[in-house]
């Protein structure tokens, strides 16, 4: 399955940027359709009301805003877009309040792309695990209304 993934990243990071770009390109380990790199939160926020976006990677530090604020906003509006957060901050309580806002994961800069990658695929595939159980949650009690008709 092919997914769009969005990468909100701090400017200074291109070199980053680029490396993930190469990898969409010439490795299967991400299977995006494309990767939208738009350089602020409000500009991410534009691009999630446009497109169907699967997977959020974002920086916390994202002048004028920060991107823990982007992840209130996936979280609130957008439930099945997961975020993995992304940050030169090593303080474990960054980490924890990240993840008790709802990111999936949260990664530690500097790191190793093909780190990176696997977290994706691990994210990617948690998404579709609970997609798949809400639309079976849903069929079933489509059933159970349909057999309280009976």
Known sequence: MTVPLLFQHDRINGLFDGKLRFLHRNDQRINATEILSPDTV?????????HDISIVLCDINMP???????????????PN???????AESEAN??????RKGAANYIIKPFKITDLVENV??????????????????????????????
């Open 64 to 78: 004028p805003r920060r991107g823990t604020e982007l992840l209130d906003e996936i979280v609130r509006h957008y």
């Open 81 to 87: 877009t997961k975020v993995i957060m992304i940050t």
């Open 42 to 50: 409000d500009q991410a926020l534009a691009v999630l009301g446009e």
């Open 94 to 99: 960054v980490a924890v309040e990240c993840m």
């Open 121 to 150: 695929r691990e994210t990617l595939a948690a998404r579709d695990a609970e997609i798949q159980n809400q639309q079976e949650h849903q069929r079933l009690q489509k059933l159970e209304y349909l057999k309280s008709d009976f």
